[in-house]
């Protein structure tokens, strides 16, 4: 096979699979993202044991912690959006969702439609 036959093969299985083989790809780098983002807020509390820690202890702990954090918050999104991504993808065939791509970057929550009260 050439290669636009195996890219639009590709294309389909994805739009087949939707959220099953997007979100995982999608989660492996937003949730590390937000999850340092999150981690780099200001505290409300200045009095916070963080600032407590040796400036060379940070210095020299940073560079190795810090990858490390990366991929295991990217191992967690990836796996979070697959379980997530194939119940989007049940919803989606039960008619149960409010949009398909509806927290495609959020690798805990899916697609379902909220609902009445």
């Not at 400036?55 to 702990?61: E, G």
């Not at 409010?98 to 927290?103: D, E, F, G, V, W």
Request: glycine share 4%; with cysteine; aromatic share 6%.
């Amino acid at each position: 096979m050439n290669a636009p036959t195996l890219i639009s093969i590709a294309l389909a299985i994805s739009c087949l699979a939707g959220c099953t083989v997007v979100k995982p790809v999608v989660c492996t780098f937003s949730y590390p993202i937000d999850n340092i983002r999150e981690r780099l807020d200001a505290p409300d509390d200045p009095e916070r044991e963080h600032e407590l820690i040796p400036p060379v202890l940070a210095v020299i702990a940073a560079p190795v912690l810090i990858p490390m954090r990366f991929v295991s918050d990217a191992a967690i999104g990836c796996v979070a959006g697959l379980f997530s991504g194939f119940a989007s993808d049940l919803n989606v065939v039960t008619g149960n969702m409010s949009s398909p791509a509806r927290n495609l970057s959020r690798p805990f929550r899916t697609n379902a439609r909220r609902p009445a009260d």
